[in-house]
């Protein structure tokens, strides 16, 4: 009867990394007319790779946690045709542009819903707009 009591809890993610001591709040005009303001809150590792979270706002009352997940697949795909290893700044940076193109391409209802996923195609195309290919 109280077998529910037995039943373990959902295992928590790990605490984020790698957060600045201050926020710096920033702002991205999207091509879909929101403007946002966003902040990095950190990263952790995530299962099939390395989570950003990122909060944003497209009103500036209500703040969201936007994750993106960079496929860890992708990331080693793309450091072994390339030869070398994909640097932390470079992921994270990856991860931002990633978070901007959902902003340009999804209505903030969306942005919640599932998160931004990086796969190796998405990677190549973003370090490739960099410059870092």
Do not use: C, N
């Amino acid at each position: 009867m109280f077998g529910w009591f037995k039943r373990t809890p959902a295992p928590q993610p790990e605490p984020l990394r790698g957060a600045p001591e201050v926020r710096r709040l920033k702002t991205y005009q999207a091509e879909t007319g929101y403007v946002y303001q966003y902040y990095f809150d950190g990263w952790r590792p995530a299962e099939g790779g390395q989570e950003y979270i990122f909060a944003a706002s497209p009103d500036r009352t209500r703040y969201w946690a936007v994750p993106v997940l960079l496929e860890e697949a992708g990331v080693r795909a793309w450091e072994r045709d390339r030869g070398r290893e994909l640097i932390a700044a470079e992921r994270h940076a990856v991860a931002k542009l990633a978070l901007f193109s959902a902003f340009d391409e999804r209505p903030p209802a969306a942005l919640t819903a599932a998160p931004i996923r990086v796969d190796g195609r998405l990677l190549a195309d973003i370090l490739t707009r960099l410059g870092r290919d």
